[in-house]
């Protein structure tokens, strides 16, 4: 079993003054780097709206000795890495997660670039136009024009009532004053007194710290620069507002002066707020149908300011009851400030917390570590929790009948008791070993012949695993039904995250799928009471009058994709469903799965599970269907002004040499159609391309949403950009081309990857009909890879060999494409 992680990372400050974190987790195998500069969009000249956040685009440009193609984005893309930065009130972070033996180059390029950034003014013009195009998204987008609105009710002196985001009119590039304004921004903040370097990884603490000294000798050194205080949240006395939106209640609570450790109070605050247990306010409203779902959250934080969302998504007959839900709050939160010092409370956040530390990636656990939150509610937390409260005034209701109680004790927290040695059954002990019985016998032979598979493939001893159970259904079921069994899962989920699980349940066409992952110890509790939750949801989980959240054009396409890609006729319209429904769709349903990671104590408390799976078993497998030749299209309309295009092409076989030619082929264009589309042609913010399994089909995704170029010109782009694969590969040399081989190879192996992402090509390969030891042939076949056979592949990939699938805002053009069904007019 890996050693826990230790709830307080190691943190100094350097000779250059910059402040590090350094977290030794041996149970990782990634790295991360989290580097916070405290510096944010409220520091910038009012004149300039949007600076902080151009400037956070123009560091990623490149620098002098690791330019764009080269630098931080393409090497932690070439390497199988994540990366992203925010812009925040006070704040810009940068964050990057990868593998152990590319950690120090990654750390090396986000160094370099906020300390040698070029500023080049072309650089300034181009990334001026992506910053307008993300604007006209954003100016779209009703989700973030909802959040916006959430400020209306502060004083408007506050800056949380601007505009941060910066367009085309509010970046003034070309202006002396703007220049100087970016100059200045840049030195007075982008220096070692304001920033904090967060690292996470398997290595040790001398280790992580040899790499921070290392790459941070180039940092301008500086001392801690003060960030002005802002102006009062409210004008009036009055501390809170609301605000009715659709089926959305927000009310908005503002703090002033609040006393250290307040973030932490206020995350203890919203745990038990969002509680979803009986006796709780969220069970409260949803038990008398005024609500769907609750969330609080902070929305900012700074010198002793805070605003909290409390959000409520109402039900359809619950808009003129907004009042009693108001009431019904007050009335809660004048419970919970009643008990003197949150004890039985505090002491299971700390498992939460500590529980939290123990699952989390090495980019969340960096990200955390910037925060500085405690793994606890401490004494000064307290204090603080105390101020919120009283700032909040919750006022009790009279004559109100409803008993109160704080959430019970999570029980998948606590350690389960350890299992009997497998092999034994009651009774028996270590003596006995070698006898048989019937009961062992019949259970050996249902878990040979089960639809669940045991993979090997990943290590048994890191504490961790992951579970899929999937369910094809005939007839395909109405759409009411999965958003019924998800809501029915849903505290349940809850309860699995705290313990270290991310349990989920989606449906793609006539599947269900249901996913569990991270620690395995309390795993077969949890499937144990997610199949009572499928088979029996509580009466509430029917009740509901769920709208779909809109979603920008690229992210409606994404979610199609799946289910397009399985080439079933349209989906029943939703209507009304009942237990007798669910019941009848269970009979018929067929399930298999797979899980790996697991010990063999683990694999036994499964199999015993499994008995309770509804459906019938069935093992067989289905091949993926082949579009090889044809050039499908799907119209899926948005309500959004840009236009959108996805364009998946699947490999031309099923065969592991066709899976690795693609795989190589995805990593070469990642960075080249990237700089081609979005930089050079100037298309949008979204462009993107990588690999994509669906169902156990392999292809190259490609994707583009555009505020000007219609779907006829994005596709046009992307297909010139594929003629050119072959140039691409032929003028690359011996030496690079055997690296990125070597590198994605290195990616491919299981042990060293994230035990969710590896297991997810396990799915994928199990999908696709590929033995066991599926990503050990994969890893083998890349290797095989020579010039000649990936020229071999672009060339089939130009030909669309294994055809071609596009998903788009607009209709089919004229030509070679085929409208599918889905997008015939009237379906």
Same mark, same amino acid.
């Given at each position: $079993?890996?050693?826990?992680?230790?709830?307080?990372?190691?943190?100094?400050?350097?000779?250059?003054?910059?402040?590090?974190?350094? #977290?030794?987790?041996?149970?990782?195998?990634?790295?991360? %780097?989290?580097?916070?500069?405290?510096?944010?969009?409220?520091?910038?000249?009012?004149?300039?709206?949007? &600076?902080?956040?151009?400037?956070?685009?123009? +560091?990623?440009?490149? =620098?002098?000795?690791?330019?764009?193609?080269?630098?931080?984005?393409?090497?932690?893309? #070439?390497?199988?890495?994540?990366?992203?930065?925010?812009?925040?009130?006070?704040?810009?972070?940068?964050?990057?997660?990868?593998?152990?033996?590319?950690?120090? *180059?990654?750390?090396?390029?986000?160094?370099? $670039?906020?300390?040698?950034?070029?500023?080049?003014?072309?650089?300034?013009?181009?990334?001026?136009?992506?910053?307008?195009?993300?604007?006209?998204?954003?100016?779209?987008?009703?989700?973030?024009?909802?959040?916006?609105?959430?400020?209306?009710?502060?004083?408007?002196?506050?800056?949380?009532?601007?505009?941060? %985001?910066?367009?085309?009119?509010?970046?003034?590039?070309?202006?002396?004053?703007?220049?100087?304004?970016?100059?200045?921004?840049?030195? #007075?903040?982008?220096?070692?007194?304001? $920033?904090?370097?967060?690292?996470? *990884?398997?290595?040790?603490?001398?280790?992580?710290?040899?790499?921070?000294?290392?790459?941070?000798?180039?940092?301008?050194?500086?001392?801690?620069?003060?960030?002005?205080?802002?102006?009062?949240?409210?004008? =009036?006395?009055?501390?809170?507002?609301?605000?009715?939106?659709?089926?959305?209640?927000?009310? +908005?609570? =503002?703090?002033?002066?609040?006393?250290?450790?307040?973030?932490?109070?206020?995350?203890?605050?919203?745990?038990?707020?969002?509680?979803?247990?009986?006796?709780?306010?969220?069970?409260?409203?949803?038990?008398?149908?005024?609500?769907?779902?609750?969330?609080?959250?902070?929305?900012?934080?700074?010198?002793?300011?805070?605003?909290?969302?409390?959000?409520?998504?109402?039900?359809?007959?619950?808009?003129?009851?907004?009042?009693?839900?108001?009431?019904?709050?007050?009335?809660?939160?004048?419970?919970?400030?009643?008990?003197?010092?949150?004890?039985?409370?505090?002491?299971?956040?700390?498992?939460?917390?500590?529980?939290?530390?123990?699952?989390?990636?090495?980019?969340?656990?960096?990200? &955390?570590?910037?925060?500085?939150?405690?793994?606890?509610?401490?004494? !000064?937390?307290?204090?603080?929790?105390?101020?919120?409260?009283?700032? $909040?005034?919750? =006022?009790?209701?009279?004559? &109100?009948?409803?008993?109160?109680?704080?959430?019970?004790?999570?029980?998948?927290?606590?350690?389960?008791?350890?299992?009997?040695?497998?092999?034994?059954?009651?009774?028996?002990?270590?003596?006995?070993?070698?006898?048989?019985?019937?009961?062992?016998?019949?259970?050996?032979?249902?878990?040979?012949?089960?639809?669940?598979?045991?993979?090997?493939?990943?290590?048994?001893?890191?504490?961790?695993?992951?579970?899929?159970?999937?369910?094809? +259904?005939?007839?395909?079921?109405?759409?009411?039904?999965?958003?019924?069994?998800?809501?029915?899962?849903?505290?349940?989920?809850?309860?699995?995250?705290? %313990?270290?699980?991310?349990?989920?349940?989606?449906?793609?066409?006539?599947?269900?799928?249901?996913?569990?992952?991270? #620690?395995?110890?309390?795993?077969?509790?949890?499937?144990?009471?997610?199949?009572?939750?499928?088979?029996?949801?509580?009466?509430?989980?029917?009740?509901?009058?769920?709208?779909p959240v809109p979603m920008i054009a690229i992210r409606q396409l994404l979610k199609e994709l799946p289910e397009q890609c399985l080439g079933?006729?349209?989906?029943? %319209?939703?209507?009304?469903?009942?237990?007798?429904?669910?019941?009848?769709?269970?009979?018929?349903?067929?399930w298999d799965g797979l899980s790996a990671g697991l010990p063999a104590t683990g694999q036994t408390a499964i199999t015993r599970v499994l008995?309770?799976?509804?459906?019938?078993?069935?093992?067989?497998?289905?091949?993926?269907?082949?579009?090889?030749?044809?050039?499908?299209?799907?119209?899926?309309?948005?309500?959004?002004?840009?236009?959108?295009?996805?364009?998946?092409?699947?490999?031309?076989?099923q065969a592991l040499a066709d899976e690795a030619a693609w795989r190589l082929l995805a990593q070469l264009c990642q960075t080249p159609f990237?700089?081609?589309?979005?930089?050079?042609?100037?298309?949008?913010?979204?462009?993107?391309?990588?690999?994509?399994?669906?169902?156990?089909?392999?292809?190259?995704?490609?994707?583009?949403?555009?505020?000007?170029?219609?779907?006829?010109?994005?596709?046009?782009?992307?297909?010139?950009?594929?003629?050119?694969?072959?140039?691409?590969? !032929?003028?690359?040399?011996?030496?690079?081309?055997?690296?990125?081989?070597?590198?994605?190879?290195?990616?491919?192996?299981?042990?060293?990857?994230?035990?969710?992402?590896?297991?997810?090509?396990?799915?994928?390969?199990?999908?696709? *009909?590929?033995? !066991?030891?599926?990503?050990?042939?994969?890893?083998?076949?890349?290797? &095989?890879?020579?010039?000649?056979?990936?020229?071999?592949?672009?060339?089939?990939?130009?030909?669309?060999? *294994?055809?071609?699938?596009?998903?788009?805002?607009?209709?089919?053009?004229?030509?070679?494409?085929?409208?599918?069904?889905?997008?015939?007019?009237?379906?």
């Amino acid at each position: $079993m890996p050693a826990l992680n230790h709830p307080h990372p190691h943190t100094e400050i350097l000779a250059n003054g910059l402040r590090i974190s350094l #977290r030794h987790a041996p149970r990782l195998k990634r790295c991360a %780097a989290a580097l916070r500069v405290a510096a944010g969009s409220h520091d910038v000249p009012l004149a300039w709206p949007g &600076l902080a956040h151009f400037l956070e685009h123009l +560091l990623f440009l490149g =620098t002098e000795r690791f330019p764009a193609n080269d630098g931080l984005m393409a090497y932690v893309q #070439r390497h199988g890495g994540q990366l992203n930065a925010s812009t925040r009130e006070r704040t810009t972070d940068f964050f990057f997660e990868l593998q152990p033996n590319a950690f120090a *180059g990654g750390l090396e390029r986000l160094c370099d $670039m906020l300390a040698h950034p070029r500023l080049n003014p072309d650089d300034q013009l181009r990334e001026r136009e992506v910053l307008e195009a993300e604007f006209i998204a954003w100016s779209q987008d009703a989700e973030a024009q909802r959040h916006v609105a959430l400020f209306n009710g502060l004083s408007p002196d506050h800056p949380l009532r601007g505009f941060h %985001a910066g367009n085309r009119d509010s970046l003034a590039v070309q202006q002396p004053e703007f220049q100087q304004a970016l100059s200045a921004l840049y030195q #007075r903040f982008f220096q070692t007194g304001q $920033m904090t370097l967060s690292l996470a *990884g398997p290595q040790s603490v001398d280790e992580l710290l040899s790499l921070a000294q290392r790459f941070s000798t180039d940092f301008t050194v500086g001392e801690q620069q003060p960030q002005s205080a802002p102006p009062t949240l409210m004008t =009036t006395a009055n501390g809170s507002y609301q605000q009715t939106d659709e089926r959305r209640f927000n009310l +908005l609570f =503002t703090f002033e002066r609040l006393p250290n450790a307040s973030a932490e109070a206020l995350d203890f605050l919203c745990t038990w707020l969002n509680a979803s247990k009986p006796g709780g306010l969220f069970a409260e409203l949803r038990q008398r149908q005024l609500i769907d779902n609750l969330k609080a959250t902070p929305l900012y934080q700074f010198a002793g300011q805070a605003v909290l969302q409390v959000e409520f998504k109402l039900t359809a007959n619950a808009a003129t009851q907004t009042g009693t839900i108001s009431e019904l709050l007050g009335d809660w939160l004048s419970f919970f400030a009643g008990h003197a010092d949150w004890s039985e409370l505090r002491e299971e956040y700390a498992l939460l917390q500590r529980r939290k530390r123990q699952a989390s990636d090495a980019l969340m656990l960096a990200r &955390l570590d910037c925060e500085k939150l405690e793994p606890e509610l401490s004494e !000064s937390g307290a204090i603080a929790l105390k101020a919120i409260l009283q700032q $909040m005034n919750p =006022t009790p209701v009279d004559n &109100l009948t409803v008993a109160w109680q704080l959430p019970p004790a999570n029980p998948f927290l606590r350690t389960a008791e350890a299992p009997a040695p497998a092999g034994l059954i009651r009774g028996q002990t270590s003596a006995h070993r070698g006898l048989r019985t019937f009961a062992q016998d019949r259970t050996r032979s249902r878990r040979e012949h089960s639809p669940m598979q045991f993979s090997p493939a990943l290590a048994d001893d890191s504490g961790e695993a992951a579970i899929y159970l999937r369910w094809r +259904l005939d007839p395909a079921p109405s759409a009411n039904l999965q958003p019924t069994l998800a809501r029915s899962l849903q505290s349940l989920c809850d309860d699995a995250r705290q %313990a270290g699980v991310e349990l989920s349940f989606s449906e793609t066409g006539n599947q269900w799928l249901l996913k569990m992952s991270g #620690r395995h110890e309390p795993m077969p509790a949890i499937l144990e009471q997610a199949l009572l939750c499928l088979t029996k949801p509580a009466a509430d989980a029917w009740k509901s009058n769920d709208s779909p959240v809109p979603m920008i054009a690229i992210r409606q396409l994404l979610k199609e994709l799946p289910e397009q890609c399985l080439g079933q006729s349209p989906r029943p %319209a939703p209507q009304p469903v009942s237990h007798a429904d669910l019941q009848q769709q269970w009979a018929t349903a067929r399930w298999d799965g797979l899980s790996a990671g697991l010990p063999a104590t683990g694999q036994t408390a499964i199999t015993r599970v499994l008995n309770r799976v509804p459906g019938i078993p069935d093992s067989k497998m289905t091949a993926a269907a082949s579009i090889a030749g044809q050039h499908l299209w799907s119209e899926v309309p948005s309500d959004a002004n840009e236009n959108a295009l996805l364009l998946f092409c699947p490999t031309p076989t099923q065969a592991l040499a066709d899976e690795a030619a693609w795989r190589l082929l995805a990593q070469l264009c990642q960075t080249p159609f990237y700089q081609r589309l979005r930089v050079e042609l100037q298309l949008g913010y979204a462009v993107f391309s990588g690999v994509r399994q669906i169902n156990g089909q392999t292809g190259l995704l490609f994707g583009v949403q555009s505020p000007n170029a219609s779907v006829e010109k994005i596709l046009e782009h992307i297909e010139a950009f594929l003629k050119r694969l072959p140039e691409l590969i !032929s003028t690359l040399d011996d030496a690079s081309l055997i690296n990125q081989r070597q590198t994605l190879a290195e990616q491919l192996d299981g042990n060293t990857m994230p035990l969710a992402q590896a297991f997810e090509l396990l799915w994928q390969g199990k999908l696709g *009909g590929h033995s !066991s030891d599926y990503l050990l042939q994969l890893q083998q076949a890349v290797l &095989l890879l020579d010039r000649t056979a990936l020229l071999d592949a672009a060339r089939r990939l130009i030909h669309a060999e *294994g055809g071609r699938r596009c998903l788009a805002s607009g209709a089919c053009p004229d030509g070679t494409w085929q409208p599918t069904a889905r997008s015939l007019p009237g379906l």
